[in-house]
Every structure is written in structure tokens, then in C-alpha cells.
């Protein structure tokens, strides 16, 4: 069972980490995906799926930044956004329900695949 639990977190790694090259931190949805089988967790998939986000957008940053594809001065100033709204996503993260979580998270990429899909 233990073989069986390496094997799964490596091809999550893998798909991940692919995911993340190509869409930038996109990785992280399919690193909750396959957290949340592996953890039984919802609160600690969405969590750990951060630490995950983190180390893989480094790394492609790196790469990103050797082709010429990062926006320096655009992506600095989303940051301080971005902070704040991180603190209030994990500050209301410890105090919803994991079912509303997940319906949440599945909302948020319907709407966010809808808007692809039709831009």
C-alpha cells in the first residue's frame, strides 16, 4: 500500500509541476486534486497544494524569466493584492466547513473555465 501511495504522489508531482510550467501556477489544481486522495483532507490539500505552488512557480519563474516572459513591473504591483488577499483566504480557510470548501473551489474553476472557454 505504501508503493502504491509513493506512485501516486510522484505522477501528482509530475502532472503538477507540467501543469505549472504551462499555465504558470496552474499545477496547484491538479495538485489539490491529487492531494485530497492522498491526505483525506480538504482543508490540508488546499494547504499543502501551497507548498507545492510555491517550489514549482520558483522554479518556473527561473525559466520563464530566461525566455522573456515575465512582466517585472505589472507583477509587482499585483503583489501587495495579492498578500492581502491571501491573508483573508487563509484566515477564512480555518473557518470553513471542508464540504463548502469544496464546492467553493469547484465553483471557482467552472466560472474561471467558463471565462476561458468563451474569451
Known sequence: MKKRKTIKMAWGGIISGFFNGLFGSGGGVVAVMFLRNILNDEKKAHASATLMILIMSSVSLVFYTL?????????????????????????LLKNIKNNKLKRLFGLVLAVSGAVMLLR
Open 67 to 91: 525566455y522573456g516572459h515575465v512582466d517585472w513591473q505589472t507583477g509587482f504591483k499585483l503583489v501587495p493584492g495579492g498578500i492581502a488577499g491571501a491573508l483573508l483566504g487563509t484566515t
